[in-house]
């Protein structure tokens, strides 16, 4: 082959490249490379390192999902504010509304009595935290409020207590003297009932015919003519500007009512002797009648304590004219069905 001729040599390849120039135009473009169109076909891409470097780091899918976060969070909100707002501003609304003024109720109080802005009725001139006036307290260097003013004398122990009518020391002093008290509920003493009752300044309650004699003695008395209870009969005295008197008050409901009598008063011959004690009678027990004693000075040195049905009787008899027979609470309870007493 070295020995072939360089011009027959070149004849061939010559004639090799005539040969392929002469084809025809569709077999040519059979062989040019296949349409970058065609999907199916891989394409061959010419990628360069710097623009590999320039392309971004960050991840288009995940700033989308961030972007609908934020969109989902902000229409939650939305939500939220659209129900809370209205809610707020019904609140303020209603708030508004309800702070309107209460009517005022008007407490209407007995004789005697004044009402407090809570709807109580207090005595100003024997409540110790409305001595005077409503909401003045006395301090605790007094034990009492006495006659409108603090003071040091035994106080009133009746809660509501009312005085009964004729017997106001504030206006003057009292002695030998009775007066008639209607009461909202009916007494029964000795089976005999009635809500008309007479108090005699001098330590007694009747039912019936009463007296305001003084001078005390035994049981049966002719000076009274019907059930008659002698707390503490003996000369007694109200002394004026003081808390001395006699008071009443009706506590509870029906049929359980009590109905509390409370004689505070002095001596004659001294207005700093005191007799101060309660008369009690219970709705739901008729016939039986308490006693209850607080301060008594001498304790019935010269006094009559006991109960009875009329003049001639019968009648049940604690004491008379007996020292220190009662001191500070001692109580009786005298029982007009067995005619006896307890205490």
């Not at 061959?44 to 969109?71: E, F, T």
């Not at 101060?276 to 008729?286: A, G, K, R, T």
Request: glycine residues 8%; hydrophobic residues 35%; charged residues 10%.
């Amino acid at each position: 082959m070295n020995n072939i001729n360089p011009k027959i040599r070149l004849s061939v390849w010559d004639a090799v490249d005539n040969n392929v120039n002469n084809q025809p135009k569709s077999e040519q473009v059979d062989k040019q490379p296949p349409s970058t169109k065609n999907a199916s076909t891989p394409r061959h891409v010419k990628v360069n390192m710097n623009d590999i470097a320039n392309v971004s780091k960050k991840n288009p899918r995940k700033g989308g999902l961030c972007i609908k976060c934020c969109l989902a969070f902000l229409i939650l909100l939305l939500i939220i504010a659209a129900g809370v707002v209205p809610a707020v501003v019904i609140i303020i609304l209603k708030s508004d509304i309800t702070t309107t003024t209460v009517a005022t109720t008007t407490i209407a109080c007995v004789s005697g009595l004044t009402a407090t802005s809570s709807g109580a009725c207090v005595n100003t001139q024997i409540d110790f935290n409305n001595c005077g006036s409503v909401g003045y307290v006395c301090s605790s260097n007094y034990t009492s409020c006495s006659g409108g003013l603090c003071s040091t004398t035994p106080a009133v122990m009746l809660s509501g207590a009312i005085g009964v009518p004729g017997f106001n020391s504030s206006i003057s002093s009292i002695d030998d003297a009775i007066t008639l008290v209607t009461l909202p509920l009916n007494i029964t003493l000795f089976n005999y009932t009635t809500n008309n009752i007479t108090v005699s300044s001098n330590g007694v309650i009747c039912l019936g015919i009463c007296s305001a004699d003084y001078s005390n003695g035994n049981l049966s008395s002719s000076s009274f003519g019907g059930p008659t209870v002698f707390g503490f009969w003996d000369d007694l005295f109200i002394t004026t500007g003081t808390s001395q008197a006699i008071y009443y008050a009706v506590s509870g409901t029906a049929p359980n009512r009590i109905t509390t009598f409370e004689f505070y008063e002095s001596s004659y011959a001294s207005s700093t002797q005191y007799y101060h004690f309660q008369v009690i009678f219970y709705e739901n027990l008729p016939n039986i009648v308490k006693c209850f004693y607080f301060d008594m000075s001498d304790g019935g040195a010269s006094a009559t304590i006991g109960i009875q049905a009329s003049a001639s009787g019968p009648s049940v008899t604690y004491s008379v004219d007996q020292a220190n027979a009662v001191a500070y609470n001692t109580s009786l309870i005298f029982n007009t069905n067995t005619g006896t007493f307890t205490g």
